[in-house]
């Protein structure tokens, strides 16, 4: 037998060791701190866990002032002289919005045959747990790599909170390696790109009136009598011709844009789909002031994802400016009392890319090929993720886990097969063995 398939067998008949892990770290509420949440109960929990299981060396560090956001690292160190490998995850979990909707306790794992409910599951407890018994799959098994793995299980992911608290803290403490894997739910497939994220601000503004003028805002009146925009002026609508052209922008990109691994976003066909190129989502639309009033102002807020390694954000910032600019040009009460845009606003993420003829990119599409359960396919990351800032720190990075974002995540009833992460831990393994050679 060779020690690839004497290492899947080890994942097979340890299945459920791997799931009671997992549920273990699920049990735990880790909500993110910072949506007021706890972080360190379940990290005090899994290092202690990871010593329990003969992790030689494992660090528990925090950098926030508080010391209540730590993250750990477990390290396997190799005989030396073979290429390094790391494994990121994050341990935070989003809030439970509408616990009402979940069909049971989010934070009690319910199994049911081969899918296993619970906040955290795909997102990402199931990917970490993943990595951690494919990482013990090697020691148990007695299989000697040459480079180290690294496995970091960090906070403050949900919160884009990397530079400050988690991931690239990691790196600077030198937890670093040649290659790293996020074990992010991506459906088994290999991502190695995704889009960027980016928000911006459009307040329109109109002029208020008492409700029952407003026939004078709309409509002539006789000779003498003032109407349109000496009474009042509708910011609402006002501000529909922007709602359309950031309709039309969204598709216009779509079609000026295309990538192989991301896909082509307006074209027809689920296959050839893929992530899709652009979206410019409008997330908020606040207006109005008073029941008895003409709205005096809107104010819309989108998101835009957008494949950063096609287009400069810059020049997408430029494009919407001029855009907003000359259809404010267009109306007469605009023209005095322009539009106010704000780009950016609020948040903003990196997308990220490794070139598919990257040796780590190579190397881990033959890992996952000796695993008979999964095919290697690569695409595009529907979301953001620490890949951005591990790629952005120097450290090469794709993600492949087990669990999926279309399985409920951050949504109610999320969850997990236990097939998922069985398939996933063998191809970590898989991984080990040909990388760190
Ligand atoms: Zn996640």
């Known amino acids: 037998m060779s020690s690839k398939q004497k290492v899947f067998e080890y994942l097979d008949n340890n299945k459920g060791e791997l799931v009671e892990f997992m549920k273990s770290l699920v049990r735990i509420p880790s909500i993110n701190h910072t949506f007021g949440g706890d972080e360190k109960t379940v990290q005090d929990r899994l290092a202690n866990s990871l010593r329990s299981l003969d992790f030689a060396e494992v660090e528990q560090f925090a950098v926030d002032a508080e010391q209540v956001r730590p993250n750990v690292v477990a390290v396997m160190r190799g005989e030396g002289g073979g290429k390094s490998l790391l494994f990121n995850g994050h341990m935070d979990v989003v ?95 290999l991502h190695t790109a995704s889009v960027g994220l980016f928000f911006f601000e459009l307040i329109v503004e109109g002029k208020a009136v008492h409700i029952s003028a407003r026939n004078q805002v709309l409509f002539p009146q006789p000779a003498g009598v003032p109407s349109g925009p000496e009474v009042g002026v509708d910011a609402f609508k006002k501000s529909l011709p922007f709602v359309n ?24 066909g689920h296959d050839v789909q893929g992530v899709g190129l652009f979206t410019i989502n409008p997330s908020f639309i606040d207006g109005g002031e008073y029941l008895g009033s003409v709205p005096a102002k809107v104010k819309l807020t989108y998101g835009v994802w957008y494949p950063d390694q096609l287009v400069k954000k810059e020049e997408l910032w430029e494009e919407i400016r001029r855009g907003v600019e000359a259809l ?104 080990m063995m040909d990388w760190c050679q």
Not at 119 to 146: E, N, Q
Not at 176 to 185: I, Q
Not at 357 to 385: N, P, Q
Request: net charge negative; with cysteine.
């Open 95 to 189: 809030p439970i919005a509408e616990p009402q909707k979940w069909h049971s306790d989010p934070f009690e794992p319910t199994q049911e045959g081969n899918k296993i409910y619970g906040r955290g599951t795909s997102d990402m407890k199931g990917g970490v747990s993943a990595a951690i018994w494919a990482m013990k799959a090697i020691k148990d098994c007695g299989i000697s790599l040459r480079g180290d793995v690294l496995l970091q299980a960090v906070t403050g992911e949900e919160s884009n909170e990397a530079e400050e608290i988690g991931t690239v803290q990691c790196l600077k403490r030198g937890y670093t390696a040649d290659f790293a894997v996020v074990c992010e739910p991506s459906d088994l497939e």
């Open 245 to 268: 052209y950031f309709y039309s922008l969204e598709e216009q990109w779509n079609h000026r844009w295309r990538d192989a691994v991301l896909g082509a976003g307006g074209s027809p």
């Open 328 to 431: 404010a040009s267009t109306d007469d009460f605009l023209r005095k009392n322009p539009p106010k845009l704000t780009v950016p606003v609020l948040q903003e993420w990196q997308g990220f890319h490794v070139p598919a003829d990257h040796a780590g990119v190579r190397t881990m599409m033959g890992a996952i090929a000796d695993v008979k359960e999964c095919r290697a396919v690569l695409s595009g990351f529907r979301a953001v993720c620490d890949a951005a800032y591990l790629n952005k720190h120097g450290v090469p990075a794709v993600v492949f886990g087990p669990g999926s974002l279309s399985w409920s995540v951050h949504g109610e009833n999320e969850y997990i097969t236990v097939d998922s992460l069985v398939a996933a831990a063998k191809v970590y393994a898989s991984m």
